[in-house]
């Protein structure tokens, strides 16, 4: 199947490209997956998405190359015609319906315009896939930057009891006990990242 039959299928959430050919995204070939997080493998995917504003979200799909996951295309349906837009010719943010297995820019899950989206579109990803760090670090960085530490600091603390990306988490847990006020959190977690 095309790039143009993709808003008939129900009930999936991450198409695979299997012919990128064309230099018309919208004739490329894809096929249904049954997988329900962008997977870290290399690949281009289609993933379920949310074209996002201040009160309401436009369902759409995403062009995601992996495993940098990187965003560039935005598959919309307007009065049954299907357009192939760039992600960066957007008025609003549009972001994955689906968490991420692979690591990247967690800016992919942050629509500023309502960052409650992205961080329901996490925690959902997160209740149903617990050992996947990757999501828990995607969520702990939209919320630290939200101002919601607590909640950052739980969110990181389950990419640590997980196996986290990197010693990264450590560094950003020491910054929220420190903007939380615990002193002996934030030695602990500097010293565990200067060891790393």
């Given amino acids: 199947m095309n790039i143009q039959d993709i808003f008939s299928i129900r009930d999936t959430y991450v198409f695979v490209v299997t012919n990128d050919s064309s230099a018309d995204e919208l004739s490329w070939e894809v096929e249904p997956t049954n997988q329900d997080l962008i997977p870290n493998v290399e690949g281009i995917y289609f993933v379920a998405a949310k074209k996002v504003y201040t009160d309401k979200t436009v369902d759409c799909f995403l062009g995601v190359m992996t495993p940098e996951r990187i965003a560039e295309t935005v598959i919309k349906l307007v009065d049954d015609k299907v357009f192939a837009e760039s992600i960066y010719d957007q008025k609003t943010a549009v972001i994955p319906a689906v968490a991420s297995k692979c690591f990247g820019d967690y800016n992919l899950y942050y629509a500023k315009e309502n960052p409650q989206i992205g961080i329901d579109v996490l925690r959902t990803a997160l209740a149903t896939h617990s050992t996947v760090a990757t999501i828990a670090e995607d969520l702990g960085y939209i919320l630290r930057d939200e101002n919601r530490l607590e909640e950052a600091l739980e969110a990181f ?25 615990d002193t002996d959190k934030e030695k602990e977690y500097e010293k565990l990242f200067a060891n790393s």
């Fill in 157 to 181: 603390h389950h990419a640590e009891k997980v196996g986290a990306s990197s010693e990264y988490v450590y560094l950003e847990l020491s910054k929220l006990y420190k903007q939380l006020g």
